[in-house]
């Protein structure tokens, strides 16, 4: 059975961080894409960021300089950090693997607000 667990999200002021990981099981990470994607209310899902199996990562323009992902294979879990936080990142934030099948986390709130 595939899971993806999602931890870290919260309430943050503009400007802060969090930190969000992404436990998986089930797959063989170590060959998995992994990402970030989010959702914010009332908008499509959209990428956050990607790393391949390879260590190479992409992000979205708009996180670009602010955001980092990264992956531990011997823990079979990816985090995104998340620094000088915006309002307009507010959203539920998804993990996904790609393994040759999708899958996807039940999402974590992120939330930035004075």
């Known amino acids: 059975q595939v899971r993806l667990v999602e931890s870290g999200g919260g309430l943050v002021q503009p400007g802060g961080s969090l930190r969000l990981s992404c436990a998986a099981s089930?797959?063989?990470?170590?060959?998995?894409?992994m990402g970030w994607y989010r959702q914010a209310q009332g908008k499509q899902r959209e990428l956050v960021a990607r790393i391949t199996r390879s260590f190479t990562t992409d992000y979205a323009d708009s996180v670009k300089g602010r955001f980092t992902i990264s992956r531990d294979n011997a823990k079979t879990t990816v985090y995104l950090q998340m620094n000088s936080l915006k309002p307009e990142d507010t959203a539920v934030y998804y993990c996904?693997?790609?393994?040759?099948?999708?899958?996807w986390g039940q999402g974590t709130q992120v939330s930035v607000s004075s």
């Open positions: 089930g797959i063989a990470f170590s060959n998995s894409h």
């Open positions: 996904w693997a790609d393994t040759a099948y999708e899958f």
